[in-house]
């Protein structure tokens, strides 16, 4: 057994610094933790707020994250999921039932879930296919663009969107919103002094859209996610407008950013091999579907999620106190050596390929799961059949810890 | 061959039901439903899928 010891590893892996650094670089050191003994203790990340805490375990191997995902009753979501210190009352507008633990969570997750049942999203394939060639045929002969906004960021906004009933015209000032709220760590949105307000603004702006939707839906119900989100009722629960909201702040987050981040990654992914594009292209029914999973292990664009240990537990031989934070670290676990063969390499014909892409399994596996997957086979079916040429400049990345986000993707479309 | 599920720990993510929607289905209210326990011998690898990807570790095999 590891002896408790609470120095901080000689491997940063919190400072803005590490970050900074391109994905491949920051995996070099995970690799030294997921190839060391037991559990390394780290410094907690730089905070936007007044919140203090002593660290974190950081867990890199996909086998203790899959431990710690699939047992919420030893670490639990309840006293927050994010890594960096922040207050729960915050962490609570912007994250609704992801920080929560069974049976609580139980109960919220059956009340959406029914949107997001396979035969529900079946349901809506078709118009997720529309709004796929609609994207591709404004691609089509643009010449330089902006890969992310022209095509990547598109899809997954207009799906969440139409699925929600927000307007049109509230579309883009919400996705906006949203990407800022994931975004806060990169200069680039606001200073440091800024950044704490506007983060809470901007998640406030978001759940009053939905505080709006919800009441809206209520008078005049239609046949929407919102709609069957504010009549669903599961033992005798249902959501109030404010719990509405934050759902809303959920799903503009975590139905939007990643769904895009994925496809940005996959698409320079799948120009920078050309041989595994033609293999794809070869057969793309049949290869389609392994290849997503590809594309999700290769840009895993949630790095990390965090829980708390709530009684005395060891993993990896190492001793866990109750109060302990422990991070997971999906993108580690997505290049470990001892679940993927050679992981540093993007390979479409992986099988299995057990990535964490959606999480380590357990309560909070990725509702959204199906509808990502659906939305990405569409878009790339489109794009792979239709568009005769893409080339790319050089991705501008955002600086997260958070999100493995791509800010700009300079390419040149026919 | 049986496939059972606990309800208490299901949570309706349908990963059993894109490997095998003749037997899986996530009801509306969250809920699979399993037409059908038991199972021949002949669908013993999808069932056992089925089992290995649910991320709640809902579902059982019972020989």
Excluded at chain 1, 106 to 114: A, C, E, H, K, M
Aim: proline share 5%; with cysteine; charged share 25%.
């Amino acid at each position: 057994m590891v002896v408790d010891v609470r120095e901080y590893s000689p491997h940063d892996i919190s400072s803005r610094r590490f970050w900074n650094q391109p994905f491949a670089v920051r995996d070099e050191t995970f690799a030294q933790l997921r190839a060391a003994e037991g559990l390394s203790w780290h410094e907690p990340f730089p905070s936007l707020f007044p919140a203090e805490e002593p660290g974190f375990w950081a867990l890199t191997r996909r086998a203790d994250i899959v431990h710690a995902s699939t047992h919420p009753e030893l670490f639990s979501s309840a006293q927050g999921i994010a890594l960096d210190p922040m207050p729960m009352e915050v962490q609570r507008i912007a994250t609704f039932f992801l920080a929560m633990d069974p049976p609580q969570h139980t109960v919220y997750r059956r009340l959406i879930s029914s949107a997001f049942t396979p035969r529900n999203i079946a349901r809506i394939e078709e118009q997720i296919h529309k709004n796929a060639a609609s994207v591709v045929d404004d691609l089509i002969g643009a010449g330089d663009v902006d890969f992310v906004s022209a095509c990547s960021a598109r899809l997954p906004m207009m799906t969440i969107s139409e699925m929600l009933g927000v307007a049109p015209s509230d579309r883009e000032a919400v996705a906006q919103a949203a990407e800022k709220l994931f975004s806060m760590s990169d200069d680039e949105y606001s200073t440091l002094e800024e950044r704490a307000e506007a983060t809470v603004n901007e998640m406030i702006l978001l759940a009053n859209t939905g505080i709006e939707l919800a009441k809206f839906r209520r008078r005049h119900p239609g046949d929407d996610l919102m709609t069957s989100i504010v009549n669903a009722e599961v033992d005798g629960h249902r959501l109030t407008d404010e719990e509405v909201g934050a759902f809303l702040v959920l799903l503009a987050s975590a139905g939007n950013d990643t769904t895009k981040q994925t496809t940005s990654h996959a698409m320079l992914a799948l120009s920078a091999n050309p041989a595994q594009r033609a293999w794809l292209t070869e057969d793309l029914e049949g290869r389609i579907g392994p290849a997503i999973e590809e594309f999700i292990r290769w840009a895993t664009p949630v790095l990390q999620f965090a829980r708390f240990v709530t009684q005395g537990t060891e993993l990896a031989g190492q001793t866990l106190k109750a109060g302990d934070k422990v991070g997971l670290f999906y993108c580690s676990a997505n290049r470990d050596e001892n679940a993927f063969d050679q992981p540093h390499v993007f390979n479409l014909q992986r099988s299995p390929n057990p990535h964490l892409g959606f999480g380590g399994g357990g309560p909070h596996f990725c509702l959204g799961n199906q509808l990502a997957r659906t939305e990405l086979r569409n878009l790339f079916r489109e794009m792979l059949t239709r568009l005769q040429r893409v080339e790319f400049g050089e991705p501008d990345y955002l600086m997260s810890n958070f999100v493995h986000g791509i800010k700009r993707l300079p390419a040149f479309v026919r | 061959m049986r496939v059972e599920v606990d309800l208490a720990k299901c949570t309706g993510h349908g990963i059993c039901e894109t490997i095998a929607e003749d037997v899986f289905e996530v009801q509306d209210d969250g809920r699979v439903h399993i037409h059908g326990n038991e199972r021949p011998e002949s669908d013993r690898a999808r069932m056992q899928q089925a089992v290995t990807q649910c991320p709640a570790a809902a579902l059982k095999l019972v020989d």
